[in-house]
């Protein structure tokens, strides 16, 4: 075949006389691609598959560095060959190959023509053949253009597997670090643990990697662990390869401090799947005693004694086995044993694991370290031991819980093993510890105290708390004032003092006893308990009038409502020493003179009672009067009835009047009616009817009939038993008046629209009716009651048949 698109003697039979049309254009313009492009078509759609070929290769040779036609070309015999099977016809795919080689020479920029000829070797069992072609591919095309060969290699490196898919990943991921997790993948896939590994590495150490599959830095690195502990036996972790497991799990230990748990039983797994069991023991006890949390040690824990266990059960299956056997080994037996009493042993330190975690949490937590020393039980030195790592441990001004009890509990360790003299140095470093509040310190003093009593060094028990107490003459110091020391302020202290002074009382003198709560009233810390308890004192000793003068210096310091207890007290025991009436009468005065009201009536129920008892009853009378005004509103009508009760067993009925009058005047309208009925069944008593009449009248103004039956029920039976037609009518005509006058009242009328609004919710209209006859009340003249709608009481109505011409006029039969 002619090299210049001329036509050879022996291509001659593949031209036909249809042909010569294009064979002349070709000739006409030998330079030209639509002549070719025109003669290709026509053999396409006319031509065998050799005519095709023949004039395709006449082009490409005709014009060889034109794109079209070599596309064309190749597109065409690759169609052709891609039918066949590659094994077989080996040699046809080479041809196409070389045609290729023969297209790549001068077409060597173009992607579309590598593309259509790698894919083309990917259908052929020549994959050093494509990998090189691959390689060419990248180096002759411009980078902008190596996507496009790389989404076809990536391809080709899948399917081959291996070491070479491996290589082509490697050259792949100097162009595009991004995609590490697919290379990782990979790698996993293919057994490269170690590279895997490496890559992990990689990229964890670069802080600029994102993942393209949304994955955190903490779950990359659980990946990277999970596969070097998984695989432990097959990642190399020589110096050569720079991937030492350890060292990494180590530092995430370091770094995810909430993971730590599941760090240290993945370290520990990795050298057991090692064979490095002693390696894996030491990590686990490093686990245990270094992780902050429960959950962590748990974890640990579990793994670790699944591992004893597993073990344990393979040395007794291999025992078994020997057993049975008949062979003897004792040093396997004895390395059963050891492993069995490993196992207890670890089994036995769980508590004390556990309490170590909790005080490396939170090392000033008391009620831990009292754990701590109740797991030792009986074991004195470890108690010992545990109680001066406490107490060096604890800060006192962030312990948790209640550090003076530790020292005390401390102190009595020493105590019940009989040895007082140790106890003793203990709680005098104890009061010395500046602990968080000065009640833990008074509570250290009492401690010190008690323990000498327990020991019946009474002596000792009082001179400690005499020095507990020690204070300048005149101090000034606040016991509130954080800025001091427990020490400066403890002989504030209201519990030492009060503790102090009952140890005196026990073992020691009146005087002294009288000394201390002297003491207590300079330094300005006495309690109402404490003037109580000093007058007790006194009393007891028969000193009635010092007694007095404690209550006197106690109502000085207090004020209401302490100074009423104390008032009660004072004048309760002054009545019963029935000391001289004027004196008492002065300090009754002086107790009511600024006295609340809310608690005013004890007192003069007291002054009254003196009174009556001692005095005149006249001073009765006027105390009780005086009470009246002076008692809180709750309790005026309470006093009133007892000031009534009083004066008319002591003076008769009729001297009641001016005070049920003035009941009535002061209380308010509910009492005041309560008070009026009393008022008028005294005065019917005494035969009064009409004053009784006449107080029912003022009465009335309080009690709407509607809602007050009762009191004109009252009224109604009185005027039937004493009265006759004319008061009769009378009271009704009032009881018309008085209901006429709540009807016009606004709040009244709104309250009462109210309650049979809800009254009656269930029925349907009724809300309206209120609003209208709340309107037709409105609407009514003035002087005029609106009549009723309700059924069985018939309204007064300004029209109708029903209508009367005097409106105060009243029917009897009504």
């Not at 894919?119 to 980078?143: E, G, N, S, Y």
């Not at 005027?719 to 005509?733: A, F, I, P, S, W």
């Amino acid at each position: 075949m002619a090299t210049n698109g001329a036509l050879s003697r022996g291509d001659l039979h593949l031209v036909s006389e249809e042909d010569s049309v294009y064979e002349q254009d070709i000739l006409r313009d030998p330079a030209s691609i639509k002549p070719w492009l025109a003669y290709i078509d026509f053999k396409t759609r006319h031509g065998a598959i050799v005519e095709q070929a023949f004039v395709m290769e006449r082009a490409c040779n005709q014009l060889p560095r034109s794109y079209k036609l070599w596309k064309l070309y190749l597109g065409f015999r690759t169609k052709h060959v891609t039918r066949l099977n590659p094994a077989t016809f080996s040699a046809e795919y080479k041809k196409v190959n070389a045609l290729f080689e023969r297209a790549l020479i001068l077409l060597n920029k173009m992607p579309r023509i590598w593309e259509m000829y790698l894919k083309f070797l990917t259908l052929q069992p020549v994959v050093t053949l494509a990998r090189r072609t691959f390689d060419r591919a990248l180096r002759a095309l411009p980078i902008t253009q190596h996507n496009r060969i790389w989404s076809l290699y990536r391809s080709f490196g899948s399917a081959a597997a291996g070491p070479t898919a491996v290589k082509i990943w490697k050259r792949y991921m100097q162009v595009h670090p991004e995609d590490a997790e697919d290379f990782i993948e990979l790698l996993i896939e293919t057994g490269a643990y170690t590279e895997a590994a490496k890559r992990y590495m990689n990229v964890l150490n670069n802080i600029k990697f994102v993942s393209k599959r949304g994955k955190g830095h903490y779950e990359l690195w659980t990946e990277l662990v999970d596969l070097v502990v998984e695989h432990a036996s097959e990642v190399e972790t020589s110096f050569d390869s720079g991937l030492d497991v350890e060292r990494i799990i180590r530092s995430g230990i370091a770094r995810f401090a909430d993971q730590r748990g599941k760090l240290w039983a993945g370290l520990a797994t990795y050298w057991i799947r090692r064979g490095s069991f002693e390696r894996a023991r030491d990590v686990f006890e490093e686990g245990m005693t270094t992780v902050m949390t429960v959950r962590d040690f748990t974890l640990i824990f579990d793994s670790y004694a699944e591992f004893e266990e597993s073990i344990i059960g393979a040395l007794m299956e291999v025992a078994s086995n020997r057993a049975a056997n008949g062979i003897m080994d004792e040093d396997a037996d004895f390395e059963l044993d050891i492993r069995m009493m490993r196992f207890e042993h670890l089994m036995d330190r769980r508590p004390f694991l556990l309490n170590d975690v909790l005080l490396r949490q939170n090392p000033n937590n008391v009620a831990e370290w009292e754990k701590r020393v109740a797991l030792w039980g009986d074991n004195k030195e470890e108690v010992a031991q545990t109680y001066t790592d406490a107490i060096a441990a604890i800060h006192p001004k962030r312990a948790i819980g209640s550090f003076h009890q530790l020292w005390a509990n401390y102190a009595k360790f020493y105590e019940g093993g009989g040895d007082l003299r140790n106890a003793r140095i203990i709680m005098e470093k104890a009061v010395k510890v500046p602990f968080k509040s000065v009640a833990e310190l008074a509570d250290m003093w009492i401690e010190w105290a008690e323990m000498e009593l327990r020991n019946e060094n009474f002596d000792d028990a009082v001179r400690i708390m005499a020095k507990a107490i020690q204070a300048p003459k005149r101090s000034t110091v606040d016991y509130f004032d954080e800025t001091l020391s427990p020490q400066q302020r403890v002989h504030k202290s209201w519990k030492l003092w009060s503790f102090y002074v009952d140890l005196v009382e026990s073992v020691s003198t009146l005087e002294e006893t009288k000394k201390i709560y002297e003491r207590i009233f300079e330094l300005r810390i006495a309690t109402p308990q404490t003037v109580v308890n000093f007058a007790n004192l006194l009393e007891e000793h028969k000193y009635y009038e010092e007694s007095f003068k404690i209550y006197e210096r106690g109502l000085d310091l207090f004020n209401y409502p302490v100074a009423f207890e104390l008032w009660n007290l004072y004048l309760t025991k002054a009545v019963d020493r029935k000391i001289g009436i004027e004196r008492l009468r002065d300090l009754f005065e002086q107790a009511v003179e600024e006295c609340p009201p809310k608690f005013a009536k004890t007192i003069y129920l007291m002054y009254g009672n003196l009174e009556e008892e001692r005095g005149l009853a006249r001073h009765a009378m006027r105390i009780y009067e005086r009470a009246t005004r002076a008692v809180a509103d709750e309790d005026r009508a309470d006093m009133f009835n007892f000031y009534i009760t009083k004066s008319a067993s002591n003076f008769g009925l009729p001297s009641t009047r001016p005070i049920y009058e003035r009941a009535i005047t002061a209380l308010p309208d509910a009492e005041a009616k309560e008070m009026c009925l009393k008022f008028a069944d005294m005065e019917k008593r005494l035969g009064e009817i009409d004053r009784a009449r006449a107080i029912y009248g003022h009465a009335s103004q309080f009690c709407d009939p509607r809602t007050n039956p009762d009191f004109w029920t009252k009224w109604e039976q009185f005027e039937v038993q004493h009265g006759n037609e004319d008061t009769y009518k009378e009271m009704l005509r009032v009881k018309r008046s008085v209901q006429a006058q709540f009807n016009t009242d606004v709040n009244f009328i709104a309250s009462q629209a109210l309650a049979r609004g809800q009254k009656h919710s269930d029925g349907p209209g009724e809300g309206s009716d209120a609003m209208a006859a709340l309107e037709r009340q409105a609407r009514a003249p003035d002087g005029f009651v609106a009549a009723s709608q309700e059924p069985g009481r018939p309204g007064l109505s300004v029209t109708g048949t029903q209508a009367m011409n005097n409106p105060d006029a009243i029917d009897i039969d009504d």
